[in-house]
């Protein structure tokens, strides 16, 4: 029998568990299923889809991520770097897909898209670009089950953090609390072993990490070594 301040403290125990995206988009694309087995410890694989125009850069779209989708073990969290996600969001939630990140500075009517994404039974995640306040998402932030802040410019991985967004993520994590609303942070970008204790005591719990999974030769352990680090300076 749990009694109810027990299961307030399960609760807490819940909400603070760190969790792990890897970025395929430093995995190697030739071998791309060898590289999603490789990260099974995981929680979920971050994919980057950007469409050459939202940034400079151009990587993979829907019949890559489908497939992803039958092969990883993993829940797949789609990072939508393009322009017009009110169009094409709802197009990569049909394929199987746990959530859809779309940019603050790309989308005409985030609530809309949000809600859209939440009726096919998909989390809805809203981005923000270094240069975007957190602040305007304060009145709309039960829209969404994640905000995720960018650590870096978006379009390449390996970039260095931006050590500068954690006031961001501060306030949106004190907002969050203040509330008592179950919004995960996600931050993107420059997450290493030497960074994942900043962005968790600023209140991240969703870390993705591209170079620095991928880049290690043991992306398993580095995953795991990430979580440790981060679950330890954790601070709601
Ligand atoms: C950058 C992407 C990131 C990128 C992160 O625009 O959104 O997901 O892969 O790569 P690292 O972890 O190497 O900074
Ligand atoms: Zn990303």
């Given at each position: 029998m749990i009694d109810s301040r027990s299961s307030f403290v399960l609760l807490r125990m819940a909400r603070m568990s760190i969790q792990i995206a890897p970025s395929i988009l430093s995995a190697d694309f030739a071998n791309l299923e060898r590289d999603l087995h490789a990260i099974d410890n995981a929680?979920?694989?971050?994919?980057?889809?950007?469409?050459?125009?939202?940034?400079?850069?151009?990587?993979?779209?829907?019949?890559?991520?489908?497939?992803?989708?039958?092969v990883s073990e993993l829940p797949v969290d789609v990072h939508l770097m393009i322009e017009d996600p009110d169009r094409w969001a709802p197009e990569f939630a049909k394929l199987g897909v746990h959530s859809v990140s779309f940019h603050m500075g790309a989308t005409h009517a985030p609530v809309r898209l949000a809600r859209q994404l939440r009726g096919m039974?998909?989390?809805?995640c809203f981005a923000v670009r270094p240069a975007e306040p957190v602040e305007p998402i304060f009145d709309i932030l039960d829209e969404f089950d994640?905000?995720?802040?960018?650590?870096?410019?978006?379009?390449?991985?390996?970039?260095k953090f931006l050590a500068n967004q954690m006031g961001k993520t501060r306030r949106l994590r004190d907002e969050i609390t203040r509330r008592g609303l179950g919004t995960h942070i996600q931050v993107d970008g420059g997450v290493s072993p030497s960074t994942a204790h900043i962005v968790a005591e600023a209140g991240a719990d969703v870390l993705v990490a591209g170079s620095a999974v991928y880049g290690s030769p043991d992306p398993a352990k580095a995953i795991d070594n990430i979580r440790n680090l981060a679950q330890a300076a954790y601070k709601d």
């Amino acid at each position: 029998m749990i009694d109810s301040r027990s299961s307030f403290v399960l609760l807490r125990m819940a909400r603070m568990s760190i969790q792990i995206a890897p970025s395929i988009l430093s995995a190697d694309f030739a071998n791309l299923e060898r590289d999603l087995h490789a990260i099974d410890n995981a929680d979920l694989v971050h994919v980057d889809v950007m469409d050459h125009h939202f940034v400079p850069n151009l990587t993979l779209g829907e019949p890559i991520v489908k497939r992803i989708c039958q092969v990883s073990e993993l829940p797949v969290d789609v990072h939508l770097m393009i322009e017009d996600p009110d169009r094409w969001a709802p197009e990569f939630a049909k394929l199987g897909v746990h959530s859809v990140s779309f940019h603050m500075g790309a989308t005409h009517a985030p609530v809309r898209l949000a809600r859209q994404l939440r009726g096919m039974g998909v989390k809805a995640c809203f981005a923000v670009r270094p240069a975007e306040p957190v602040e305007p998402i304060f009145d709309i932030l039960d829209e969404f089950d994640m905000i995720l802040i960018m650590t870096v410019e978006p379009g390449f991985g390996g970039q260095k953090f931006l050590a500068n967004q954690m006031g961001k993520t501060r306030r949106l994590r004190d907002e969050i609390t203040r509330r008592g609303l179950g919004t995960h942070i996600q931050v993107d970008g420059g997450v290493s072993p030497s960074t994942a204790h900043i962005v968790a005591e600023a209140g991240a719990d969703v870390l993705v990490a591209g170079s620095a999974v991928y880049g290690s030769p043991d992306p398993a352990k580095a995953i795991d070594n990430i979580r440790n680090l981060a679950q330890a300076a954790y601070k709601d």
